[in-house]
């Protein structure tokens, strides 16, 4: 770590709570729009259906198969599909709802602010992260993360998702560095662990699941133990 001069952390389930705050939205969602009457059986069926097409949509995003409207309406209208509910209607009430209140949530994963007044004193802070500008802007600014922060690359500024190497490439330019003096820490082994790497950085993951680490990355559990590390 002795190079290392930057710290670039991914957004979304690495500092922002995105399972919980997301969650707790669909869960508002599900009764605000009485989902159960419309034909979807329980809540949780409807969360893990939405998580599988939403994910599926975005690397449909990052492939340049979908657009960005498509994305934002479809996981809703195509979750809705498969419990046999073709209502546009709802879906776009649902996408509405979803986008304005998701962002204005404010939890953030345990130790997330004392870890970045920590590593702020030490390294220059960055951020990339795949979601949409004015969604990932607005969490930054709400839970007053922002000011921690040099840099802020986005998925849409660099025309890339990870673990496309061209949004690593675009924070690098932004960031005025080369990769070597750079460590991203992030949720995704994929998108944040291979990308990383392919791009000359360091990564460490944060693995609070407790998956296998089949790539043998360095991880932690916590982002207090990072302060350990760096």
């Not at 190079?3 to 669909?26: P, Q, V």
């Not at 969360?47 to 949509?57: A, G, P, T, V």
């Not at 809703?76 to 509405?96: E, I, P, Q, S």
């Not at 392919?198 to 932690?220: C, D, Q, R």
């Given at each position: ?31 605000l729009l009485n989902l159960q009457a419309e034909g979807i059986p329980d809540f949780e069926q409807f ?109 849409e500024a660099a025309n890339a998702l990870k673990p496309d190497i061209r949004i690593f490439e675009h924070?690098?330019r932004a960031i005025s560095t080369e990769p070597q003096h750079c460590l991203f820490i992030g949720d ?43």
């Open positions: 770590m002795l190079e290392i001069k930057h710290i670039i952390f991914d957004l979304d389930n690495t500092l922002w709570d995105f399972s919980g705050n997301s969650k707790r939205i669909l869960a508002d969602i599900f009764e969360h893990q259906q939405y998580k599988f097409r939403n994910e599926f949509l975005w690397q449909e995003y990052g492939r340049g198969n979908v657009s960005k409207e498509e994305v934002r309406l479809n996981r809703f209208y195509v979750t809705f599909n498969d419990f046999g509910v073709n209502n546009y209607v709802l879906a776009n009430k649902a996408a509405d709802h979803y986008v304005y209140h998701t962002r204005r949530q404010t939890d953030l994963l345990p130790n997330a602010i004392a870890v970045l007044n920590q590593l702020k004193q030490k390294y220059q802070l960055h951020i990339i992260t795949n979601g949409f500008d004015e969604v990932q802007y607005f969490k930054l600014e709400n839970t007053g993360l922002q000011n921690y922060f040099e840099t802020i690359t986005t998925a924070a690098l995704s082994p994929e998108a944040d662990g291979h990308g990383a790497i392919n791009a000359g950085m360091s990564f460490i993951w944060l693995n609070t699941e407790n998956k296998a680490n089949e790539f043998n990355f360095v991880e932690v559990t916590d982002l207090g133990e990072l302060l350990n590390l760096v």
